[in-house]
Each structure stands twice: as C-alpha cells, then as structure tokens.
C-alpha cells in the first residue's frame, strides 16, 4: 500500500506503507501513467516535473490496483531568468532573484533552470513555491558583508514590549542572515532535487568559530512561519545548522539529503527550535554534528515563552556519521514533549538517540513522551544516551552545581525528564555502551521501557567516552547502564559480546525485568 504525504503544483511525495526501517523489502519500479518514473529500494520515493493541476496514475509491483493523485493548481509559473538572473556562477544574480520573489503573484512559483546562481540571503514571503529542479543550484555569496546582521531583540517602540528576531544556540542574540530566510510568513514550498549550498569552506565561516562574534548564518532559518514545506532539496555546506524552524509550526521536510564534511563545526541537518508539529519524513543526512537537534531555547527563552517543542515526527530517515542522530537539547528549557522516532536507519553516529541536558535549564525544561521503534542501528558507539549531566556550552557548565552527584534541593532550576519507549530495534556493533542513562538523584528520569531489542559489539570496538559529563569515564562493551531512574522494564533484550553484566542498575526506583 502507498499513501501520499505531500503534492506540489510540480511534484509528490510517497511512502510505502511497512514496519520496515527506511529501506524496502525489494527493489521496485513505479510506473507513471504507465511509464518507468522511478526506480529505487527506500520506503520514501519522489516524482518530480509534473504537470500543475493534472491527475496521475501510478503502478508498480506489489501494488494492488492504481493509486491516484492529483498535483496542486498554481496562478503563475515564473522563470526567474526573465528577472535578469545569469546563473552562470560568475554574476551576482542576489537583486534579480529577489525582485522576482517580490514580483511572485501568491500561489506563484518561480523556478530555475539549469545553473548556477550567486546570491546573498533572500526573503521569502507567503504563498509562493520555489522550484529548484536537478541540475540547478544557490550557491551562497562568500563576502560576510552581504549577510546583515539580525538583531536578537529590539523593543516595540510604542509598548516596550520585547520583540524576538535573531538567535543562537537558544539565546536572543544577534545572528547573520539565513541565506534562505523568512519571519512571520505561512505556505512556502520549496521544492526539487537541485541544490541549495551555504558554500561555507570557501567563505571561511568554519575557521576560528568560537572566535566569531555574531552567530553564523544558518542555510535556511524560518522564524514564526506556519506551513513551510521543503521537499527533495539537497540541502548542504551551511556555515552553521542547516535547517532551522524557529517558534513555527505544521513544517515537512521530505525526501531530502542534507550533508557536510565529517569535521566541520555545528553543521547540524535540522533543529526545529519550540516549534509545534514538525515532521521529517524519508531525509538523508551525512553532516558533522547532530543530524536531527529538537530544542526549545535556553533558560531565558523557555521560561519567558514557555514553548516546548511538540509533536514532531521523524520517520523513514537514514542518518549518516554525526554525532547523534536524534538529539533532544541541550537548549531545551521549554520542553520537548510527544516525539516518534519510527523506521530509521542509523550508520556510524556516535549515539542514536542523545538527550543532553542538565541543572539549570528550569523547570520548564521537561521531556516527556518520547516513542522509538522499528529501528536499526549500525556502528554507533552508543544507542540510547539519556544524560543530565550534560557538561557543554554555557559559562556554568564545568560548575560544581552541575557536576556534583549530592542529592540538591528541586527548585526552579530543576528540569525533568518523564517517559521513554525503546522497542523493536536492532543495534549492530556498538562499542562504548548499549545505553547510558543517568538521571539526576534528586529528579530521577521517571520511566524507561527498552523492549525488543538485540544489541551486538563491534570486535574493534575502542574505548569512548557515552556521555559529555564531568568524570565520565571511558567505557568498552558495557550493557546497559542506568543511575537513578524511578521505573525501569528491561523486556527481551539481548546482548551478545558484552564485557561483565548486562545491566548495571544503580537508584533504580522499581525494576521489572523480562
């Protein structure tokens, strides 16, 4: 069975309907109209080229029947060569894509032909679609002076009110441009398998980047937006996080590929920042920090707003090297709540699921309803880190307030972390640890279910260290290890190539084992 997750005026996106991580069970075919369209073995496929307002057929193998769909009506088609765009890779083609956005009619798309097109940040608006189609490419501009600088806050001149702008890392500070970017605007589509690349090695954006004053500029960055749509993009070489929803919601990111160098600095794929209903549906990533980060501000920010980040899906992914595949944190202080991680597959990611927090981020920062299943995991040192004691960013992050295992007063400083499912997983050649998670004594973690699942140990397996904590120590093969959580259920799993005990369970509230 197929089912649609997304039409544009000019392409769709499908899912095969299994309980199978990210590949099929077998290559297939699709046959458009009766005609090959698509050829691949992953559960997520794309059309593209397709006709606005037409209804199409499709066909393959393992497939009852037809399945119908019909592409999305639009009241303008728009080259953006008849702007003056060159996309030659040479002129500055900024003023001329712009002009055409602005010129766009709503529910217009402008589109781009083959080439290679030099810009600067542009400004989305509403109820317009971009068409990039293979072979097309933005190509960010490398002088740092065509991104201006957003300011964090300002103040509403008439009420005094505080207005958000510009961020970093879970603060209101001053940020560059996005070079795809958009506030305060709804129904963008962004779609085809061109290219969009921040081009930051060759404008120098990764050298020196503690040393840099203002934050870097995102690939894309969408402040309080409501229904932006990314479809097939390949999305890459962002001089920091790639794709970044702010306080927005009902956002898809489909069928995408989002890479960059192994070693270079916070190029995370997505993090969808307090934002409500985000899903991420059939992408690839290769990058060289976290593939996915669901955060929600720092302290500042999440109690201010109180805006957890909600209802996010992340489904038939496939995640490439990084340093945690899903991450929750660490600037997660208004809450991260009813997550589903289904059907991935994780390669060579230092952890699986990596939740990073610690004393301070507040009371507000409270995680609860997070669901992993169907998984399969190959070479990650650690599958499942849940850490409180996390000992990154901040000027208060190596403080013993931090780092001191005394069971300290609960106070408005204190976060929380509630429930988490792990079931039906497979997690091949792990090294450090099949899990590490270590709540706080005076705020255990409240309940944790690993079910269903085998984890197996690398033979080259090296000793890392699971978790970023003050005193970690390095570890090699362990099982599974937990420290203060209130309700743990250990329940058919297996562990084959482990060093001493299978499950080290310390302040463990009640134990239910299977």
């Known amino acids: 069975m197929i089912k649609t997750l997304f039409t544009s005026s000019?392409?769709?996106?499908?899912?095969?309907?299994?309980?199978?991580?990210?590949?099929?069970?077998?290559?297939?075919?699709i046959y458009l109209n009766g005609r090959p369209a698509f050829t691949g073995n992953t559960n997520i496929f794309s059309l593209y080229g397709l006709k606005p307002g037409d209804k199409y057929s499709i066909t393959a193998d393992g497939l009852d029947g037809e399945f119908e769909f019909t592409t999305k009506t639009e009241t303008a088609a728009i080259n953006v060569r008849d702007f003056g765009a060159k996309g030659d890779g040479?002129?500055?083609?900024?003023?001329?894509?712009?002009?055409?956005?602005?010129?766009?009619?709503?529910?217009?798309?402008?589109?781009?032909?083959?080439?290679?097109?030099?810009?600067?940040?542009?400004?989305?608006?509403?109820?317009?679609?971009?068409?990039?189609?293979?072979?097309?490419?933005?190509?960010?501009?490398?002088?740092?002076?065509?991104?201006?600088?957003?300011?964090?806050?300002?103040?509403?001149?008439?009420?005094?009110?505080?207005?958000?702008?510009?961020?970093?890392?879970?603060?209101?500070?001053?940020?560059?441009?996005a070079l795809i970017f958009a506030e305060h605007a709804e129904d963008i589509t962004i779609v085809g398998r061109g290219k969009i690349d921040g081009n930051a090695p060759a404008a120098g954006w990764w050298i020196n980047v503690k040393e840099q004053p203002i934050g870097r500029p995102r690939l894309m960055f969408f402040n309080r937006c409501d229904g932006v749509r990314v479809h097939g993009i390949h999305a890459c070489n962002s001089a920091s996080w790639q794709m970044h929803?702010?306080?927005?919601?009902?956002?898809?990111?489909?069928?995408?590929?989002?890479?960059?160098?192994?070693?270079?600095?916070?190029?995370?794929?997505?993090?969808?920042?307090?934002?409500?209903?985000?899903?991420?549906?059939?992408?690839?990533?290769?990058?060289?920090?976290?593939?996915?980060?669901?955060?929600?501000?720092?302290?500042?920010?999440?109690?201010?707003?109180?805006?957890?980040?909600?209802?996010?899906?992340?489904?038939?992914?496939?995640?490439?090297?990084?340093?945690?595949?899903?991450t929750l944190g660490s600037e997660m202080a208004g809450g991260v709540t009813n997550l589903t991680v289904n059907r991935c597959v994780f390669k060579q990611t230092d952890r699986g699921l990596r939740i990073k927090t610690r004393r301070g981020r507040g009371k507000d920062a409270v995680i609860d309803g997070v669901v992993f299943e169907n998984i399969k995991m190959e070479g990650v040192l650690t599958p499942i880190v849940i850490n409180m004691w996390y000992n990154c960013c901040d000027p208060d992050r190596n403080s013993e307030y931090v780092w001191s295992r005394e069971c300290l007063p609960v106070d408005e400083r204190t976060p929380y972390l509630g429930k988490f499912t792990f079931r039906n997983m497979l997690c091949l050649d792990c090294e450090?640890?099949?899990?590490?998670?270590?709540?706080?004594?005076?705020m255990p973690i409240k309940e944790i279910t690993v079910e269903n699942i085998k984890f197996t140990y690398s033979e080259n397996a090296r000793p890392s260290r699971p978790a970023m904590r003050e005193f970690m120590d390095e570890f090699l093969r362990v099982g599974m290890y937990f420290d203060n959580v209130s309700k743990l259920t250990v329940k058919n799993v297996t562990l084959e190539g482990v060093i001493g005990e299978e499950l080290i369970a310390k302040n463990i509230g009640k134990l239910i084992k299977k």
């Open 90 to 177: 040479v002129n500055d083609d900024t003023t001329a894509i712009q002009t055409a956005i602005n010129c766009l009619p709503q529910g217009g798309r402008l589109y781009f032909p083959e080439g290679t097109y030099l810009t600067a940040p542009l400004c989305l608006k509403s109820h317009i679609t971009l068409e990039i189609p293979e072979g097309a490419t933005l190509l960010g501009l490398t002088d740092r002076s065509h991104y201006p600088i957003i300011p964090g806050k300002t103040l509403d001149m008439e009420s005094g009110e505080e207005i958000h702008f510009g961020t970093w890392e879970g603060n209101a500070v001053p940020m560059h441009q």
């Open 432 to 442: 450090a640890a099949a899990c590490y998670c270590d709540g706080l004594p005076e």
């Open 245 to 326: 929803p702010y306080f927005s919601k009902n956002i898809d990111f489909l069928d995408m590929f989002i890479s960059a160098p192994k070693d270079s600095p916070n190029t995370d794929a997505i993090d969808p920042e307090a934002c409500d209903k985000v899903n991420i549906i059939g992408c690839r990533f290769s990058v060289g920090d976290d593939c996915i980060a669901i955060k929600s501000g720092k302290i500042e920010i999440g109690s201010k707003f109180k805006t957890p980040a909600n209802r996010h899906t992340i489904r038939n992914c496939l995640m490439e090297f990084g340093h945690g595949a899903v």
């Open 10 to 29: 000019t392409s769709a996106c499908f899912e095969w309907q299994n309980d199978l991580p990210y590949y099929k069970d077998k290559k297939y075919v």
